[in-house]
């Protein structure tokens, strides 16, 4: 049981170091960033058509097809 008791301790001691790490992190990134009010808009380059992403279409039967875990089940009869 001591063991068990100090395991525990050990992985709540290594949650608490990489929360703390995780919060020092996030205040150092907070504090390199800039003001709210101090950035300034870039204007966007116009698209040069190399990566463009493509608009997904669904079929009509699709959109009506139930989904496979929803297929509805029949009885068989023995012939």
Do not use: C, H
Not at 58 to 79: E, F, Q, Y
């Amino acid at each position: 049981m001591a063991d068990l008791t100090q395991m525990i301790r050990w992985n709540a001691n290594f949650v608490r170091g990489l929360a703390q790490s995780v919060l020092d992190r996030a205040k150092t990134i907070r504090t390199s960033l800039n003001p709210y009010g101090v950035e300034t808009a870039v204007a966007a380059e116009p698209a040069t058509g190399k990566l463009t992403a493509k608009k997904v279409t669904v079929s009509k039967a699709a959109k009506k097809a139930k989904p496979a875990g929803k297929v509805r089940k029949t009885k068989r009869t023995n012939a």
